[in-house]
């Protein structure tokens, strides 16, 4: 049980354009979802903490209007990253709290030209 | 000091072997703990969490929590070439179930 899904798992995309990263929970209902970035080599590092029918919660030098979070349902949180930029080429991973432990998904790579 | 720390390795061990991954943490009031394995490339999966002192088990596995030392760790008995990855500690202070992540420790079984 526990499973959460995220699509696309790569994504090639051009600067300037933006990307749009779902991530479900295909086995329970997850009233808060989380969203990670790891680069190469580098620990895991949180994003945000998205809350279903809220705004996200963003840790400290994360863009909001960059990093575009909704979470419309209990199964359902969305990552938009705007205006991509070579810099923002990463892993992007979320996460789903089911009876407080979280379950992550399989990640998405984005390499941003 | 940062809030979770553990060794970041490589640590070798033979095939075989038991392997030991510590990690300490900083705030007294972390109530669950939590290991993850991530294979390079991929994310992190979840092998065991434990939330009381003393030992937790599940098959090769066991888990040692010590509160006050702040002190968890992860043993893995018969180590095999397949247990190589970062193992990463991960600490609940119940700020909204959001964890907190050491820099993980890399466990390579050499056959």
């Known amino acids: 049980g526990a499973v959460v899904s995220q699509h696309p798992s790569r994504v090639i995309c051009k600067s300037g354009t933006s990307v749009k990263i779902e991530c479900r929970s295909l086995d329970f209902q997850a009233t808060t979802m989380f969203w990670y970035r790891q680069f190469p080599k580098q620990s895991l590092m949180l994003m945000a903490t998205s809350n279903e029918g809220s705004k996200a919660t963003y840790e400290q030098g994360v863009e909001k209007d960059k990093f575009l979070i909704n979470h419309a349902s209990l199964t359902l949180s969305t990552l938009t990253v705007t205006s991509a930029h070579p810099e923002d080429s990463s892993f992007y991973i979320c996460?789903?709290?089911?009876?407080?432990?979280?379950?992550f998904g399989p990640g998405t790579r984005l390499l941003v030209l | 000091q940062k809030e979770v720390e553990q060794n970041s390795g490589p640590l070798s061990v033979p095939e075989g072997a038991i392997a030991s991954l510590n990690c300490t943490y900083s705030d007294r009031v972390s109530q669950s703990f939590f290991w993850y394995r991530q294979y390079s490339g991929k994310s992190p999966e979840l092998i065991m969490s434990?939330?009381?002192?003393g030992d937790k088990e599940d098959g090769r596995f066991t888990a040692q929590l010590n509160k006050a030392s702040q002190y968890v760790s992860l043993l893995i008995r018969d180590s095999q070439p397949s247990d190589s990855a970062t193992y990463l500690c991960?600490?609940?202070?119940?700020?909204?179930?959001?964890?907190?992540f050491g820099g993980g420790t890399r466990l390579m079984v050499k056959p």
């Open positions: 996460s789903g709290d089911s009876q407080e432990t979280q379950y």
């Open positions: 991960a600490v609940n202070k119940n700020a909204g179930n959001m964890l907190t």
């Open positions: 434990i939330y009381s002192n």
